[in-house]
Each structure stands twice: as C-alpha cells, then as structure tokens.
C-alpha cells in the first residue's frame, strides 16, 4: 500500500557528488536512508522524523545532508565529498512509528534500492 521509488544513484569519482530521491506514497513519521555493502551489514545513513530529529552516522556527518520537499513527499540525500567507502546498495525507508534513530527498528517500507559507487 506504501511505496517507495528510489532515483539518483551511479558512479562518480572520489570527491563528486551524487543526490539521492526517494518519492513516497504517504507522509510517513519515521523517513530515512540506509546502505548496504557486499558481505556487510545494513546500516543507517540518515534519518528524520516528523518531529524534526535527525540522525547521522558517524561516517557521513559532515559531508551528507537529509532533507525533505515541501509536500513531504519526497525524501533526498544530498552526498558530498564521496569517498570509495561509500559505494554500496542504498536504500531509502519509512515506518509510522517506534523508529529508532541509527537502527532498523520501526522501518517497515522501504524503496527498491539504488547502487552508488564511488572510484578512487
């Protein structure tokens, strides 16, 4: 019932920028992005919730930024500064509730994924 289209991934070279877009079909209180690498597991990128709270892992802060359109229906990464670390299947995801900055948790949705791979 809920869908999530993914947009924007590719290859860049280390340094470049790529924005990620996912479009969804309700507003949704927990939005965010996550990765995944070969033989690695899942992890949260960035989040937001409806109640303004954003999150950050460690390894993007600083050089990625989670946004959202007017309407709320669309969720954006902006990546900068990519480095070759950060090449993997990115995914986009959303939940009503019990959202758990950083974690899986409360993420019931999510979009088709999207490869970004970043060349040294």
């Known amino acids: 019932q809920v869908q999530l289209v993914e947009s924007g991934g590719g290859s860049v070279q280390a340094g470049g920028s790529l924005r990620l877009s996912c479009a969804v079909s309700?507003?949704?209180?927990?939005m965010g992005w996550f990765r995944q690498a070969p033989g690695k597991e899942r992890e949260a990128v960035a989040g937001v919730t409806g109640g303004g709270n954003e999150y950050y892992a460690d390894s993007v802060k600083g050089r990625f930024t989670i946004s959202q359109d007017n309407a709320r229906n669309t969720l954006y990464l902006q990546m900068n500064s990519l480095k070759p670390e950060d090449t993997a299947m990115y995914y986009c995801?959303?939940?009503?509730?019990?959202?758990?900055?950083?974690?899986?948790?409360?993420?019931?949705?999510w979009g088709q994924g999207n490869q970004v791979t970043v060349s040294s």
């Open positions: 995801a959303a939940g009503w509730w019990g959202c758990v900055p950083g974690s899986l948790s409360g993420y019931n949705h």
């Open positions: 309700a507003s949704m209180y927990c």
